[in-house]
């Protein structure tokens, strides 16, 4: 393992890993979550760092302090390598990891173009029904997937950078169509993190997104004594967004009038109704100040029967 290779992960459990099992190679870890909140597309710029940061401060009172420490700190040390042989992407198949890996490579094309630079990208296991996160791995398997991973040609760059664009652009209407047309990939995992993202549009039938819907019917369908209890099951459930309890707590608190009680968790007699597609609640909760990479979330609506996206016209 060449001490010229830079890593960068997805995120400390595996970047903690990595140095216990000594990697060699300098290592940066992503500290994001650019599948929420607003995202434009020159990752790294002045202007998307304050967009990231207001929107962490507004959503999860992350401080300033924090924020540099944390993010920009790291996102700083990743500038100042430039002299690795190869660059090495650590990331999984969840739409948490996609959209932060699609961000990396929209900044490496931009910033380290003709470098080499592969992937890792952890998902199936032979033998395992559950999709694997990096640190689930056993040593054998992480190892086996850094001497299989995979060399990212220009193109396969290029359409990564290409459809992080569609992911900042205003309208998710381009990136619903162009997303299945390339078959051949190397992203495996891409068209389903995708899919996921297209579903947390508000559903024409009640207003509420694909997660929403799940937290209430969680909870309708369990037996639940306290919040914690209800993220823990969500977090359980989960199967493609990859999401840490901060998100899902975050998710609960904007149902919180949907709920008569957390200790234990029940539905009120709206919230039951709302989920039976019998109310809708988007006037509700709409806000226009909500974003899903560059559009606004209720600027449009999921319609579950043709399984495309609307845009409301005002």
Known sequence: MNSSILHITNGDSTTNYLK??????????????????????????????????????????????KFID?????????????????????????????????????????????????????????????????????????????????????????????????????SPLRLEVFYKLNTKSPFTYLASAIEAHLLRFPSINNGLNQIENSILKTTNSNTLQSKNQLIGKLLKNQETHGFGDIQYEFSINQLKNLFTSF??????????????NQMNFYSEIRNENSYLGGAKKYSFLFNNQTEKLLQITS
């Open 263 to 276: 200790n234990p968790v029940k539905l009120s007699k709206k919230g039951a109704k709302i989920l039976d």
């Open 70 to 170: 944390y993010t920009l700190k790291e996102y700083r040390s990743l500038c100042n390598k430039k002299e690795s042989n190869e660059i090495v992407l650590w990331f999984e198949h969840d739409l948490f990891c996609q959209i932060n890996m699609l961000a990396v490579l929209s900044w490496l094309k931009k910033h380290r173009k003709n470098y080499h630079i592969s992937l890792v990208c952890s998902g199936k296991i032979k033998g395992s029904k559950k999709l694997k996160g990096l640190p689930e791995l056993t040593e054998i398997q992480i190892k086996q997937h850094y001497k299989n991973r995979i060399d990212l040609s220009q193109d396969d760059i290029e359409y990564a950078d290409y459809i992080w664009q569609l992911y900042c652009a205003n």
């Open 20 to 65: 216990k099992l000594k990697f060699s190679g300098d290592i940066i870890t992503w500290r994001e979550m650019l599948c929420e909140g607003k995202t434009t597309a020159d990752v790294g710029s002045e202007v998307f760092w304050k967009h990231r940061f207001n929107f962490l401060k507004n959503s999860y009172s992350v401080s300033k302090k």
